[in-house]
């Protein structure tokens, strides 16, 4: 069972585009969600941790989740050739582990 | 600076033999953890700590060992029973059970050779 899936991309915007990162979930425990940024041969860089439902803002970044649906959006504005990487995201609860998508790979071109 | 650090970066291994990854943070962090990353296959949990001389195992244990007699330290041990372990290894620590989310060490690449 796949719990949480991502697009793996590659997904190819101008810069200054907005982005737009999707993942979807299985597991309704899941009540926190994280979004990391991993460079080439890098650890993974925590972007945003959200609990439950709603949105989060942090810079040009925008987080949302929708529990109903099961579906979590990582938003890029103005986005910047340093930000072509892989997005991960995953998801957790009580007790658990989180569980990680295989990641969305983006390529932000100049 | 509070951190994560893995080493080596980069490690070879030859048939048959044992081998240890190490990871210390320095960030007070109650919880670690491992993961193994293979292309196309997104990070897969090998074992994790939730506390001194705890450990649990995660989805793909076989063939890993750990230990976690300080806070501080949870090294990894890749026996020769592992019969695929080329791959990059992360570390990650947390607050208790990921809260806040986790912090992650910048990774070994192991191969056998």
């Known amino acids: 069972q796949k719990e949480v899936e991502q697009d793996p991309g590659p997904l190819s915007v101008p810069e200054g585009a907005i982005v737009s990162l999707n993942c979807t979930y299985s597991?309704?425990?899941?009540?926190?969600f994280m979004w990391y940024r991993q460079y080439s041969r890098k650890g993974p860089e925590l972007l945003m941790y959200?609990?439950?439902?709603g949105n989060k803002e942090d810079g040009r970044f925008t987080a949302q989740v929708d529990k109903s649906s099961k579906y979590i959006s990582l938003f890029i504005r103005d986005s910047q050739p340093s930000d072509s990487a892989t997005y991960l995201c995953?998801?957790?609860?009580?007790?658990?582990?989180?569980?990680f998508g295989k990641g969305t790979r983006l390529l932000v071109k100049p | 600076d509070g951190g994560i650090t893995q080493s080596p970066k980069y490690l070879f291994r030859k048939e048959g033999q044992n081998v240890t990854l190490s990871c210390e943070q320095n960030l007070n962090h109650d919880a670690m953890y491992w993961y193994r990353q293979d292309p196309g296959q997104g990070l897969r949990l090998i074992y994790y700590?939730?506390?001194?001389?705890?450990?649990q195992k995660g989805d793909i244990a076989e063939g890993y060992s750990v230990s976690r007699e300080k806070k501080e330290s949870f090294p990894l041990t890749v026996t020769s029973a592992q019969k695929n372990p080329t791959a990059f290894y992360l570390c990650?620590?947390?607050?208790?059970?990921?809260?806040?989310?986790?912090?992650f060490g910048s990774g070994t690449r192991l191969t056998v050779v």
């Open positions: 700590s939730q506390i001194v001389n705890d450990f």
């Open positions: 990650a620590s947390s607050r208790t059970q990921g809260a806040y989310g986790y912090t």
């Open positions: 959200t609990y439950s439902s």
């Open positions: 597991n309704s425990a899941f009540q926190y």
């Open positions: 995953a998801g957790g609860g009580q007790g658990f582990s989180f569980i």
